[in-house]
């Protein structure tokens, strides 16, 4: 079985793959100095909780956090007897390379959903992920990443609104009854909805009228259904589009004899 790690800025998933089905999910926040045997201990606790049986053969991790992959190479090495691949380093092949400037590092999380989405719906896409910050991947037609575009995540937007304008409250994100606020909270929570709404739809219109073709709009992230039920922002909604780039990535390796 494949054990495939997502280590986001926030949280770190670890999700358990037969081959055919997540068997499970498993969410802890990331924290750069869990060590191997703490990873160990939460998941194997979760694992018996939750009465499965796992024999992990493999493991893939995708990391946006540098400092966690070194304890997490050990925990897959000690516990598991394997070398996981990790993905963004040489030993671990892409399907597609990314098109990008020279030089230019591409965040793992973006090689995975590029992967992922690419599998699922083929070339000419634009996905959209709701993480810590709010991510545009644009695909190719051959399913290459060929670049995209970085905002402040929503949540970020709220916690900077309130660090830094001390009158101002610290409010959860959700749909307002009306755009016109009637109270600070209200206010807050519509400007940071319809902003980020009008955000996604400026931004996906200039991308598709920069590739002068159709593209289709993939969404993922934990907050992308909160925008989906107003607008028709999305033409579809991914809740596992890491993880199954991840399953992509490590077929595509085990194919080809790399892993």
Known sequence: MLLAIDCGNTNTVFSIWDG?????????????????????TWFTTLIKHYEIQADITDVIISSTV??????????????FNCRPLVVGKPECALPHQPRVDEGTQVGPDRLVNTAGAFDRHGGDLIVVDFGTATTFDVVDFDGSYIGGVIAPGVNLSLEALHMAAAALPHVDISKPQKVIGTNTVTCMQSGVFW?????????????????????????????APLFQQTEDLFDVFEDDLTMHGLTVIHRYNKENGIA
Do not use: W
């Open 195 to 223: 902003g980020y709404v009008g955000l996604v739809k400026e931004i996906c219109s200039r991308i598709q009228g920069e590739r002068e073709r159709p593209m289709r709009i993939v969404s993922t992230g934990g907050l």
């Open 20 to 40: 055919e089905k997540f068997l499970c999910t498993l969410r802890t926040s990331t924290h750069h100095a869990r060590t191997a045997d703490a990873y160990f």
């Open 66 to 79: 540098p400092r966690v992959v070194f304890n997490l190479r050990v925990f897959a090495d000690r516990f």
